[in-house]
T-cell receptor, first 113, second 116 residues
């Protein structure tokens, strides 16, 4: 158990819908990362927050948004869902924003039908 | 700019034989390097990390990696493979600034198969 909690574990939704994925980082960690993993694209970095502020932005679609709240949990919002958004979404956390390892949650498997 | 190259996309070994997963990195300064393992439909688990202390790093489950600055390599080894080692392994370099990849740069992964 990494100490990073992601909910829900599985999510099935229809195209065009909006979903919210939630992540609770390890106790004491200030940085949160979001990644998308699919068979064709592999592991893709989406976005990183540190202590509530956006620190780095990757290949995150405009339909996707994220935030980190004062209690340090983070949410990833996915809207106008398409079939191609079906993937595993991972959250990770680290104590610092750089030069440090990250600990990964078990992921949320999103299936868009 | 930092980058990571995992030299093999797939490695197959027999149970009980040594494992070698190769990783080369590019970094403009002394990096922090990590290996992660991912079993099917699971999250990524940290195997080991190098952060400029000893060049030979021991990790969990009998894995170790050696940092070789002259070769810019950080290969992962295990003396004797177990069936439970079958998974995908990611080499990662961490650097100081964000950007389109964030501060963690992932290799493309190496799938390890272990034959009975």
């Amino acid at each position: 158990d990494s100490g990073v909690t992601q909910t829900p574990k599985h999510l099935i939704t229809a195209t065009g819908q909006r979903v919210t994925l939630r992540c609770s980082p390890r106790s004491g960690d200030l940085s949160v990362y979001w990644y998308q993993q699919s068979l064709d694209q592999g592991l893709q970095f989406l976005i990183q927050y540190y202590n509530g502020e956006e620190r780095a932005k990757g290949n995150i679609l405009e339909r996707f948004s994220a935030q980190q709240f004062p209690d340090l949990h983070s949410e990833l919002n996915l809207s106008s869902l398409e079939l191609g958004d079906s993937a595993l979404y991972f959250c990770a956390s680290s104590v610092a924003s750089r030069n440090t390892e990250a600990f990964f949650g078990q992921g949320t498997r999103l299936t868009v039908v | 700019a930092q980058s990571v190259t995992q030299l093999d996309s797939h490695v197959s070994v027999s149970e009980g034989t040594p494992v070698l997963l190769r990783c080369n990195y590019s970094s403009s300064y002394s990096p922090s390097l990590f290996w992660y393992v991912q079993h099917p439909n699971k999250g990524l688990q940290l195997l080991l990390k190098y952060t400029s202390a000893a060049t030979l790093v021991k990790g969990i489950n009998g894995f170790e990696a050696e940092f070789k600055k002259s070769e810019t390599s950080f290969h992962l080894t295990k003396p004797s493979a177990h069936m439970s080692d079958a998974a995908e392994y990611f080499c990662v370099v961490s650097h100081s600034y964000g950007g389109s990849q964030g501060n963690l740069i992932f290799g493309k992964g190496t799938k390890l198969s272990v034959k009975p």
